[in-house]
């Protein structure tokens, strides 16, 4: 069974920085793609940021300058450097990861269960 687990969320006043952490454990084959997701109260789930293993990674607009996504590949883990935070940043953010388990006939998508964050003064 593969778990995703966040954590580093919480409240923060505008113009703040966050980092946010999530770790894959399990019986994982193999990790494609680890991502960031968030979804503010009355709008769709969005993509924030996304990193390969090897790497590369994308941004959408509304965070490119301010933040950074890092991985490490040995600990499964994924990162998001949150800088210069604004309210229009607070949402529930999400981990996913396109891996394979050893118990999957293929790749697919695993999530976790979202930490808070929420940027106010």
């Known amino acids: 069974q593969v778990q995703l687990v966040e954590s580093g969320g919480g409240l923060v006043q505008p113009g703040g920085s966050l980092r946010l952490s999530c770790g894959a454990s399990g019986s994982i084959f193999r990790i494609i793609v680890m991502a960031w997701y968030r979804q503010a109260p009355g709008k769709e789930r969005e993509l924030v940021a996304r990193?390969?293993?090897?790497?590369?990674?994308n941004y959408a607009d509304s965070v490119k300058g301010r933040w950074t996504i890092s991985r490490d590949n040995d600990k499964n883990t994924v990162y998001l450097q949150m800088n210069s935070l604004e309210s229009e940043d607070t949402a529930v953010y999400y981990c996913d990861a396109i891996l394979k388990a050893y118990s999957d006939d293929y790749d697919r998508a695993y999530w976790g269960q979202g930490t808070r964050v929420t940027v106010s003064s």
């Open positions: 990193i390969t293993t090897a790497g590369i990674t």
